[in-house]
């Protein structure tokens, strides 16, 4: 198969297309709901401490969420902030109608308690999906917020057309924020899913079974040739800093070489996520406001 990129392989997924599109939907669904409610949506994102690659997240996703004509509600707390009163100021977004959504910026301190800390995030304004009460409603299929890079994937997937319905998916890797999730909303989408992990006992085999394997393992170059059936669909949602630059879970080159569509790092996954969740604050918006 010959890429729209002009070189023999798979066809590269274009994240940043596909972001720019659901930035695009989220600012028209934001001037709409101003129109018809007199209200903006708020993001409030919480940032804990000065890990200097979550103040670059943070900057990434105020700016965006500004440039979606959403208000932009950041609450900045020093590292030492106890729990007391950080589970404060989150009760006090939870309360406040000018937030629409309340996004606390992970990893946090290590003196804090992430669990109780997410879950004085309520369901509807819970943007990042990662609530005990947002799990629970994946699990059971019903209405929510969904985490924002596992719908990031799907939404790339549909983006391009890749069906879904009684496919062989597998997903690598586990973790709250993107496996398990992800591996929940593939599932309601009718795909087959496997779910590997650090003790699957034959990954490539597994994987080469696969019409879509996503990769969220967080090692780097995981996923080789020899874990791809020819065709199939590679979605790499790891990334790694490198001398050389960034670089996945999946072994671009090779894997570019067998596949029919594969995601790059970056400007695949990556660019989604802020994406989705700006598509996840409108959402929340619109339930609150009734529009
Ligand atoms: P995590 O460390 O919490 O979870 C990793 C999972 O992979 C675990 O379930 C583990 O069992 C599994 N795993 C580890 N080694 C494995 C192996 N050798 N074989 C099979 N499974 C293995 O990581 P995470 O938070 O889910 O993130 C995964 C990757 O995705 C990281 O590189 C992270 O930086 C990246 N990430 C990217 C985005 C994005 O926006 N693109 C968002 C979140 C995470």
């Known amino acids: 198969m010959t890429s729209p990129h002009g070189t023999t392989g798979a066809v590269v997924i274009d994240g940043k297309a596909s972001a720019a ?3 695009e939907e989220v600012a028209r669904d934001v001037a709409a709901l101003v129109a018809e409610t007199g209200q ?3 993001l409030a994102t919480v940032l804990i401490g000065a890990d200097p690659a979550s103040e670059v997240y943070v900057r990434n996703k ?16 020093p590292a030492d902030v106890s729990q007391e009163v950080a589970e404060k100021v989150l009760d006090e977004l939870a309360a406040d109608d000018f937030v629409s959504g309340i996004l606390l910026q992970l990893p946090l301190p290590e003196h ?13 304004k819970d943007v990042d999906g990662l ?34 319905r009684g496919a062989e998916v597998v997903v690598v ?22 779910l590997c992990h650090s003790r699957t006992a034959d990954l ?20 080789g040739a020899d874990a791809v059936r020819p065709g199939s ?50 959402l929340a918006a619109r339930r609150q406001f009734g529009g």
């Open 21 to 23: 599109r659901v930035r």
């Open 40 to 42: 903006r949506p708020g």
């Open 62 to 77: 105020r700016t965006a969420c500004r440039a979606a004509g959403m208000e932009d509600l950041h609450r900045y707390l």
């Open 112 to 124: 804090l308690d992430r669990r109780a800390l997410l879950d004085r995030i309520p369901a509807e």
């Open 131 to 164: 609530t005990v009460q947002s799990a629970g409603l994946l699990a059971l299929g019903r209405d929510g917020l969904r985490p924002c890079t596992p719908a990031g994937v799907l939404r790339l997937l549909d983006d391009h057309a890749i069906p879904l």
């Open 173 to 194: 890797g586990r973790s709250e924020l993107v496996g398990r999730p992800l591996a929940q909303l593939l599932t309601a989408r009718d795909a087959t899913v496997t």
């Open 204 to 223: 490539a085999a597994t994987c080469r079974r696969a019409d879509v394997v996503v990769a969220a393992a967080g090692v780097p170059r995981l996923i």
């Open 233 to 282: 669909v590679v979605i790499d949602v790891g990334i790694h800093r490198e001398a050389g630059g960034l670089c996945g879970d999946v072994d671009f080159g090779p894997v570019a070489e067998r596949a029919g569509h594969i995601s790059p790092v970056p400007g695949g996954v990556g660019p989604m996520t802020i994406a989705m969740l700006l598509a996840n604050t409108a």
